[in-house]
């Protein structure tokens, strides 16, 4: 392996580390709602688990930076419902690869895991 290789390793290495879950918020009910504690925020699995009626309050993507677990990503994601006021959140994992670099002949591609959830307001 020569130093270019090594450079090029060492920079995805960097880049991969240095980010952190990213979460894209889309309001759907612009109320303002007491915050939750994020340990009282639900998780629930798929809409069919829901055994309650509610109203929807957001949308939230989230996308892995550089490494965290689901369980990091979770937790990100119900400490950011709570604050909205949500009980709960709907969420879809999902694994998405994009972007990539070329180190020595080898082209690797990234993949970063990403969650889909709705947070919800019990009704």
Not at 9 to 36: N, R, W
Request: hydrophobic share 40%; proline share 3%.
């Amino acid at each position: 392996m020569n130093v270019r290789h090594v450079i090029s390793a060492l920079f995805v290495v960097a880049l991969i580390s240095a980010c952190a879950t990213s979460i894209d918020v889309s309001k759907i009910d612009d109320a303002k709602y007491q915050p939750v504690s994020p340990s009282q925020v639900e998780v629930i699995t798929a809409q069919r688990n829901v055994t309650r009626p509610y109203k929807e309050i957001a949308i939230l993507d989230a996308e892995e930076g550089g490494g965290e677990s689901y369980g990091d990503m979770i937790k990100q994601l119900r400490e950011r419902a709570g604050a909205m006021g949500a009980h709960a959140i709907i969420v879809t994992p999902s694994s998405t690869s994009r972007g990539g670099v070329f180190i020595g002949n080898n082209y690797v591609q990234g993949k970063y895991k990403t969650i889909h959830a709705t947070a919800i307001r019990w009704n």
